[in-house]
C-alpha cells in the first residue's frame, strides 16, 4: 500500500462512519468517525508537504492540521460548539490562505479579498432573516474568510498546475453551505450527506495538491 492509498481509505472509511452514525443518531460514534477521516487527511497532507518541503506547503499543512481538530468540536451540538468550530475553521482557512498565495503571487491577494467581501455581503443578505447580533457578524466574517480561501485556492493551482488545490478549496468552502443548510434551516442528516463527501473530498485533494506547493 502506498502512502497515498492508506490515508484516502482511512477518509472515506471514517466518512462512511459518520454518515452511518448521523443516521442513527449516535453523537459518540459520529465524532470518532469523523476524528479517523479527518485524521487520514491530516495523514495524507504530511506525506506530501514532506515531498515539497517549503513554507507554502508547512502554512497549507498547519491550515488541514487545526481544521481536522475543529471537525471534532463541531461534532458537538449547541451554538457553543458551532461558533468554536467556525472559529477553529477561520484560522485553518487563513493558515491555508497565505501558504496558497505565497505560492500564488500578489496580484492573487487582490482576488482573494474580494471574493471574500462577495462572501461576507451575499452569506449575510442570506442569513440575516434566521441569525442576528454576534452570531450573524461571526458567520460573516467566516464567510469572508472561505470566500478569500478558494480565490487563493484557484490562485497556487494556476501558478503551480496543481489543479487539485483549486477544486479541493472550491470543495471544502461548497460544503460550507451544507453546514448551513443543517444548523440553520434544521436540514439535518440530509445535509450531512451532501456536505461530509463534499468536505472530505475537497480536504483530500488540497492534501495532495500540497506536494506541487
Known sequence: MTGVEAPVIAV??????????????????????????????????????????????????????VA?????????PGRGALLAGFGGFALAHLLSTAGFLLRAGGPWALGAALAGAVAAWAVRRWLAARLGGRVLDAVTAYAAVAGALAAAG????????AWQLGLGAILVVASDLAVAAERFFGRGWAAKAVGLPVYYAGQVLVALGIAML
Open 154 to 161: 484557484v490562485g497556487a493551482a494556476w501558478a503551480t498546475g
Open 68 to 76: 481536522a481538530l475543529s471537525d471534532v468540536v463541531l461534532a458537538a
Open 12 to 65: 472515506a472509511a471514517g466518512t462512511a462512519g459518520a454518515l452511518a452514525a448521523a443516521a442513527a443518531d449516535r453523537r459518540a460514534a459520529y465524532g470518532v468517525a469523523k476524528a479517523v477521516a479527518s485524521g487520514g487527511f491530516v495523514w495524507l497532507a504530511a506525506w506530501s508537504a514532506l515531498a515539497s518541503r517549503a513554507v507554502p506547503a508547512a502554512l497549507v499543512l498547519a491550515g488541514l492540521a
